[in-house]
């Protein structure tokens, strides 16, 4: 399996805090399954950016068996936005053109369409991080589904998918995954305790649920492609029911 978002870079944001946590994560990582994962530390006003630094950690963490590639956990504001437009490849997926974007919680602004468009002429793909998780997104299927028309992307959180973040997370990515509005799983980890780096129980809930080709899909196929670059697949065949006819996923 391969985590596209994750905070297991210490001493940059609010995930690992220390060298010996880091190592732990991507051992812990390693051992439910995942070969690669992305560390994609904040970048808001709380937490500073710093390109160098995570460069320097990341040299720390290598050789523990997982492969790890850098990328941002990209909050949308003015300074971001106009950083990102002129130097892509500082924020995406192993500077190639995937970007996570996460939302406030306070408020989705009425322009993102156009923000999104900005973002995409730059050469950048935005991917959605965790709506299920945000109350605000959770009312806003309609324009979630008009940003995946528009070539967006979405991710959801894998413990989102046990319920623990609550039933209306769990509600809620289950709906965007009916309607083929949902392109990746990944652990958004912070520690080993509480939000950890795996994937394994999300992988079988979904496989489960949908089948193993819809789990290698979301949880190996298309952040593979993200890492590489490459686009993802198409979601609109595991739509359910009329779904199917209202999203065109890939085009």
């Known amino acids: 399996m391969i985590d596209i978002h994750t905070h297991v870079l210490y001493g940059v944001d609010d995930g690992a805090k220390t060298l010996e946590e880091s190592l732990a994560m991507i051992r812990m990582a390693g051992a439910s399954g995942t070969t690669d994962l992305v560390a994609t530390p904040h970048a808001n006003l709380k937490y500073k950016f710093d390109p160098q630094k995570i460069r320097a950690r990341l040299e720390e963490i290598s050789g523990e068996g997982v492969r790890v590639y850098s990328g941002c956990d990209f909050h949308l504001s003015y300074e971001n936005i106009q950083d990102a437009i002129a130097n892509p490849a500082r924020y995406t997926i192993n500077q190639k053109c995937y970007l996570l974007v996460e939302f406030s919680d306070l408020i989705i602004f009425k322009n993102t369409p156009e923000i999104f468009a900005r973002l995409q002429d730059a050469g950048m793909v935005p991917i959605v991080t965790h709506p299920e998780r945000n109350g605000l997104l959770r009312q806003r299927i309609g324009e979630i589904a008009k940003w995946v028309e528009s070539g967006a992307r979405v991710q ?72 590489n670059g490459a686009p993802v697949n198409s979601m609109e065949m595991f739509a359910r029911g009329e779904t199917r006819k209202w999203y065109q996923i890939w085009r």
């Open 156 to 227: 959801l959180t894998a413990q989102s998918l046990l319920g623990r973040f609550g039933p209306r997370a769990r509600e809620f990515s289950e709906m965007l995954i009916d309607r083929g509005l949902a392109h990746f799983i990944a652990s958004d980890a912070h520690d080993c305790q509480h939000r950890p780096p795996k994937l394994e129980e999300a992988f079988a809930w979904i496989e489960k649920r949908y089948g193993r080709e819809l789990a290698d899909l979301l949880c190996v196929t298309n952040p593979r492609a993200a890492i």
